[in-house]
């Protein structure tokens, strides 16, 4: 713009004079004046809309920075949240897991606790009844064969003694002679009681006791098959002493 001013002035000077000269280079410095402070301040106001621009995007930069790490914060508080909420859904779980297993092992320890207490009890009953039946079965048995033995020694005695009597005739004016068997029998066990045992000091009680065992067996056998009433009444009085013997021994 300076060359196409000089070369406007030089064509000035050259079509004017000296004094229109002068008057067109004041003009012309004015205009450059002007121009440069017009250039001055619209390279200021580009500055200053530079600088207001630079601030305006530091400040939406500021605000993004700002924005990004709100949303950082916000999408972490979720993640921790929902991994808090995981972990105590599974913690529950896993108690109320531990809970029902607890209570299904205590159930099964009481069912069984219980039908083993109604197995033994069961078992205890069905032993005291089986006990109680044999005890009640071996009585009657034990009565029974009690009841029959003495009946059948009842009998015996009964044919034995209708035998003597009938044998011997201990009838009509002979009947007190069936009663002298017995009082033989306590007269013979009374002289065996004083007599006996003091033989028994001297040659032996062991040899005393196995010898009137022996007799008193010979004597049993000798009443059976004695032929005559007064063999058996001596046998009687034998077997009462030596019964005598055993009894003390």
Known sequence: MYETDCLFSGLKQSLCGPREWLSCQAFLWVSNLSSRSSSSSSSSSSRVSSSSSSSSRVVVEIVVVVVLVVVIIIIIVV????????????????????????????????????????????????VVVVVVVVVVVVVVVVVVVVVVVVVVVIIIIVVVVVDIIIIWDLVC?????????????????????????????????????????????????????????????????????????????
């Open 79 to 126: 993640v921790v949240v929902i991994i808090v909420i995981v972990v105590v859904v599974v913690v529950v779980v896993v108690v109320v897991v531990i809970i029902i297993i607890v209570v299904v092992v205590v159930i099964i320890i009481i069912v069984v606790v219980v039908v083993a207490i109604i197995i033994i009890v069961v078992v205890v009953i069905v």
């Open 173 to 249: 004016g002979s009947e007190t002679l069936g009663q002298l068997p017995q009082m033989l029998t306590m007269v013979g066990m009374m002289i065996g009681a004083m007599t006996l045992p003091q033989m028994g000091d001297r040659f032996g009680r062991r040899t005393l006791g196995i010898g009137s065992q022996i007799c008193h067996l010979l004597v049993s056998l000798g009443l059976v098959y004695a032929p005559a009433f007064e063999l058996f009444l001596l046998l009687k009085f034998l077997s009462g002493a030596f019964n005598q013997v055993s009894a003390k021994r």
